[in-house]
Protein backbone atom coordinates (compact mmCIF):
# COMPACT_ATOMS: atom_id res chain seq x y z
CA UNK A 1 0.00 0.00 0.00
CA UNK A 2 1.29 3.11 -1.13
CA UNK A 3 0.70 6.74 0.62
CA UNK A 4 -1.49 7.84 -2.10
CA UNK A 5 -3.91 4.98 -1.17
CA UNK A 6 -4.57 5.84 2.13
CA UNK A 7 -7.68 7.39 2.81
CA UNK A 8 -9.12 10.45 4.76
CA UNK A 9 -8.54 10.35 8.58
CA UNK A 10 -6.57 6.99 8.34
CA UNK A 11 -3.11 6.64 10.04
CA UNK A 12 0.19 4.68 8.97
CA UNK A 13 4.06 3.98 9.23
CA UNK A 14 6.27 4.69 6.85
CA UNK A 15 7.98 1.15 5.61
CA UNK A 16 10.18 2.32 2.75
CA UNK A 17 10.41 4.67 -0.82
CA UNK A 18 10.31 2.82 -4.00
CA UNK A 19 11.79 5.39 -5.68
CA UNK A 20 15.30 6.62 -5.29
CA UNK A 21 15.04 9.58 -7.51
CA UNK A 22 12.13 11.20 -4.66
CA UNK A 23 14.37 9.48 -1.84
CA UNK A 24 16.57 12.76 -0.54
CA UNK A 25 14.08 15.06 -1.08
CA UNK A 26 11.38 13.00 1.22
CA UNK A 27 13.80 12.51 3.73
CA UNK A 28 14.55 15.92 4.09
CA UNK A 29 10.60 17.13 4.36
CA UNK A 30 10.62 14.61 7.70
CA UNK A 31 8.89 11.44 5.60
CA UNK A 32 11.61 8.75 6.70
CA UNK A 33 11.31 5.10 7.41
CA UNK A 34 9.78 4.13 10.68
CA UNK A 35 7.90 7.38 11.10
CA UNK A 36 3.78 8.00 11.46
CA UNK A 37 1.93 9.78 9.20
CA UNK A 38 -1.66 10.25 9.00
CA UNK A 39 -3.67 12.17 6.56
CA UNK A 40 -5.78 14.98 7.54
CA UNK A 41 -6.56 16.78 4.48
CA UNK A 42 -7.42 15.90 0.31
CA UNK A 43 -7.68 18.99 -2.25
CA UNK A 44 -11.24 19.23 -3.96
CA UNK A 45 -10.00 17.32 -7.08
CA UNK A 46 -8.01 15.01 -4.93
CA UNK A 47 -4.14 16.36 -5.08
CA UNK A 48 -2.60 17.59 -3.64
CA UNK A 49 -3.16 15.91 0.19
CA UNK A 50 -1.70 17.31 3.22
CA UNK A 51 -0.51 15.11 5.79
CA UNK A 52 0.66 15.35 9.34
CA UNK A 53 3.88 13.96 10.41
CA UNK A 54 6.74 14.87 12.98
CA UNK A 55 4.37 17.29 14.16
CA UNK A 56 3.73 19.48 11.14
CA UNK A 57 1.34 19.19 8.47
CA UNK A 58 2.97 18.63 4.87
CA UNK A 59 1.35 18.95 1.46
CA UNK A 60 2.40 16.13 -0.84
CA UNK A 61 1.37 15.84 -4.99
CA UNK A 62 -0.31 12.12 -5.57
CA UNK A 63 2.65 11.53 -7.81
CA UNK A 64 5.10 11.93 -4.91
CA UNK A 65 2.97 10.09 -2.28
CA UNK A 66 2.72 7.02 -4.29
CA UNK A 67 6.48 6.43 -3.95
CA UNK A 68 5.86 6.26 -0.43
CA UNK A 69 5.15 2.60 0.78
CA UNK A 70 2.99 2.42 4.12
CA UNK A 71 1.62 -0.28 6.27
CA UNK A 72 -1.87 1.27 8.24
CA UNK A 73 -2.44 1.43 11.58
CA UNK A 74 -5.89 -0.09 13.06
Do not use: W
Amino acid sequence: MTLSDLKLGQEAIIIRFDSNEILLKLMEMGCVPGERIFLEQVAPLGDPISVKISGYSLSLRLNEAEHIVIELIN
